[in-house]
């Protein structure tokens, strides 16, 4: 293999793919990323076994071929080099000579060929999606998901798509969120799909523009093409709790709260709690919203500000990082607080498509 290719795109290639390098592995050639070049392209790929990156670049090939470099160091080594273009040659005893302007290093790498790739999805549900449409979905719910991997079709987020309209859901049991969006285009039938943590996490880092994203799901992978990036992943097996029962059919009472406000209000208050099942207290009243807390460590503190809210008082408690964690990710300048009493299921809303569902604290 002989390209040349230049430092930045080569680094932002690499930023990519680096993060799906395996970081437990026994198989060797796991612990390094894959460098393809062919057809005036620089590929990279890298993959744990469970998700699958890879993505290319413009570049000049006099002579294609593959290898696969050690990750860590490569990467180390890119982010190092001066800015201009980087050479990149390697022999057929698998030592790559990196040179750029005067740097130059030689490494060892493996066999591209001993390299496990990817094939095609057969059959499935295929979608479009704006990138940033679903950035913003992930990031409403993955925060919901739980990490008891005893319950592990909870460990992922659900894709549920029906009549053309895609549903992400995470829940840990003690709290929903969920985001409802409308497909354009063609549309799939009917499917469900849970995504594991670690290709939403790959997914959120490269999708940062209104580009369309391709989706493809099967019955245990999916895959989502990006620009020249494609990201494929197994399946979370098992099926997904009705999750729909959770969701009270009525509310009695409902407040809308400036969200900034209410997120700073719960930011301040939490330092006060020191017991990891300490909460915080929410008082309702005519116009009138109080966060407190306190805490035989540290003390107490509170904070009242406006709301519009009519109905009888009420006094309600949290975990500060159940309601942190959607008002933080939300956009809207407010949201709606709905709920029926102090003891049922408080429901949060705010951006279009969004359901927070909250079970509050006894204490």
Not at 247 to 255: E, G
Request: with cysteine; net charge negative.
């Amino acid at each position: 293999m002989k390209v040349t290719i230049g430092k930045d795109a080569l680094a932002s290639v690499l930023r990519k793919v680096l993060s799906a390098v395996s970081t437990k592995t026994t198989i060797p050639v796991l612990n390094n990323i894959l460098l393809e070049a062919q057809d005036g392209a620089l590929t990279l790929a890298a993959t744990d076994l469970e998700v699958y990156v890879k993505s290319s670049l413009d570049a000049g090939v006099e002579r294609a071929g593959s290898t696969t470099l050690p990750a860590k160091k490569f990467a180390q080594i890119v982010a190092g080099l001066p800015d201009g273009e980087i050479r990149l040659v390697t022999n057929e005893r698998q030592q790559t000579e990196i040179t750029c302007g005067k740097a130059f290093y030689r490494i060892m790498g493996l066999d591209g060929q001993e390299f496990p790739r990817e094939g095609a999805l057969e059959g499935g549900w295929v979608f479009s999606i704006k990138g940033s449409d679903l950035r913003r979905t992930l990031n409403k719910v993955a925060y919901a998901t739980s990490t008891d991997e005893t319950r592990h079709v909870l460990n992922g987020v659900l894709i549920s798509v029906r009549g053309g309209v895609m549903t992400a859901v995470g829940t840990d049991g003690r709290r929903l969120a969920l985001v409802e969006k409308t497909l354009d285009g063609d549309v799939p039938g009917d499917c469900d799909a849970i995504l594991p943590q670690k290709v939403i996490g790959e997914l959120v880092k490269v999708l940062d523009s209104d580009a369309a994203v391709s989706v493809h799901l099967s019955e245990s992978r999916a895959a989502f093409l990006v620009g020249r990036t494609l990201i494929t992943s197994r399946l979370v097996e098992g099926s997904y709790p009705n999750y729909r029962q959770v969701v009270p059919a009525s509310f009695t009472h409902s407040a809308v709260i400036p969200r900034e406000t209410f997120s700073s209000a719960i930011s301040r208050m939490a330092m006060v709690v020191t017991d990891v099942s300490g909460g915080v207290a929410v008082k309702l009243e005519k116009a009138l919203m109080t966060v407190s807390a306190s805490s035989t460590d540290v003390g107490e503190g509170n904070e009242t500000f406006e709301v519009s809210y009519e109905g009888t008082p009420l006094d309600i408690s949290f975990n500060p990082q159940f309601l942190l964690e959607p008002l933080r990710a939300l956009e809207a300048d407010q949201v709606v607080l709905q709920f029926n009493d102090a003891f049922s299921p408080v429901s949060i809303s705010g951006d279009d498509g969004f359901l927070y569902v909250i079970m509050p604290m006894r204490i």
